[in-house]
């Protein structure tokens, strides 16, 4: 897991594209960036068709927690979802 640099805030966000729903991960991603998240769109994982975290230049342990609980919800469903990586997230990825 890798913090976050100073001055550079992360975002995670629930978005419609024409791919389907897509989990967006951009920037450093740390804990209040999801519980930000979470206020927003609560803490129940919901139906992704996408995780969008090519842009993604850090990753805190509750971000990956947040990733790996929307895999695992849609594995338990039967449903693939597209992974779209940067460099960064990839290796986090890989790691766990």
Do not use: K, W
């Amino acid at each position: 897991m890798t913090s976050s640099p100073p001055g550079q805030r992360g975002l995670v966000r629930l978005l419609n594209t024409a791919d389907g729903r897509a989990l967006c991960l951009a920037g450093a991603v740390d804990a209040e960036a999801v519980l930000a998240f979470q206020r927003r769109y609560g803490r129940e994982p919901v139906r992704v068709d996408v995780i969008d975290a090519g842009s993604v230049t850090a990753l805190s342990g509750a971000a990956l927690e947040l990733v790996r609980d929307h895999l695992d919800v849609a594995a338990l469903g039967g449903r693939d979802v597209a992974l779209r990586r940067s460099e960064v997230f990839g290796r986090l990825l890989a790691d766990t």
